[in-house]
């Protein structure tokens, strides 16, 4: 797992296309949101992990205060909730295959 953490922090920093923050933490809020419904499903986890320190790098990278950090992820959250099918299915495959298992 620790591992895995390192990788997804390098690929965030080496990333030719960097996500933007509202895309981080948009996908780390659906990830969440989906993994937690469905807490056997390892891609989402993953997902979830992805996104959510991507969403830290970027935000930290930009010097975003934590309180401005929170409330922009709990509003992400809010509107995670709906269950968008095509917005998961879409953070799922921008998450780096070296980092979810597929080839």
Not at 58 to 83: E, K, L, P
Not at 93 to 101: D, I, Q
Request: a negative charge; glycine letters at 2%.
């Amino acid at each position: 797992m620790f591992a895995y953490l390192i990788a997804a922090s390098a690929f965030v920093q080496v990333a030719g296309e960097r996500p933007t923050l509202d895309q981080a933490q948009r996908c780390s809020a659906i990830a969440h949101v989906a993994s937690m419904a469905d807490a056997e499903n390892e891609d989402l986890f993953q997902a979830d992990l992805y996104w959510s320190l991507a969403a830290t790098e970027i935000a930290r990278d930009a010097d975003v205060t934590d309180r401005d950090f929170a409330a922009a992820q709990d509003r992400a959250r809010t509107a995670a909730a709906s269950g968008d099918k095509a917005a998961l299915d879409a953070c799922l495959r921008a998450v780096p295959s070296l980092l979810n298992g597929r080839d």
